[in-house]
């Protein structure tokens, strides 16, 4: 089982940035894809971006020209960078990875770190 560990939540006042990152350890033949997902108090999760082995990236309509996603396939971390953030952008924000193993392919979650957006 792979362990995703996520880091650099916290408080930041509006039109702020912040930078998460997630590193992932354990036995890992390959990434294939890297996601940030958040969930808001009363909220379902949600996609934030996703960026697969080759680059590409997607995001949520509400991060789109302000969030950036990148990774690091050498040492298996994805980060996350936020800016111009919005009251709307607290959540606790997840790291997800697909990746291949030995036995082959499952899914993880990291445990969240929160992000609160607040004056």
């Known amino acids: 089982q792979v362990q995703l560990v996520e880091s650099g939540g916290g408080l930041v006042q509006p039109g702020g940035s912040l930078r998460l990152s997630c590193a992932a350890s354990?036995?890992?033949?390959?990434?294939?894809?890297m996601a940030w997902y958040r969930q808001a108090p009363g909220k379902q999760r949600e996609l934030v971006a996703v960026i697969i082995s080759d680059g590409r990236t997607n995001y949520g309509e509400s991060v789109k020209g302000r969030f950036t996603i990148s990774r690091d396939n050498a040492k298996n971390t994805v980060a996350l960078q936020m800016n111009s953030l919005k009251p709307e952008d607290t959540a606790v924000y997840y790291c997800?990875?697909?990746?291949?193993?030995?036995?082959?392919?499952?899914?993880?979650w990291g445990m969240g770190t929160q992000v609160t957006v607040s004056s």
């Open positions: 997800y990875a697909n990746y291949n193993y030995a036995l082959g392919s499952r899914s993880d």
């Open positions: 354990g036995s890992i033949f390959r990434i294939n894809t």
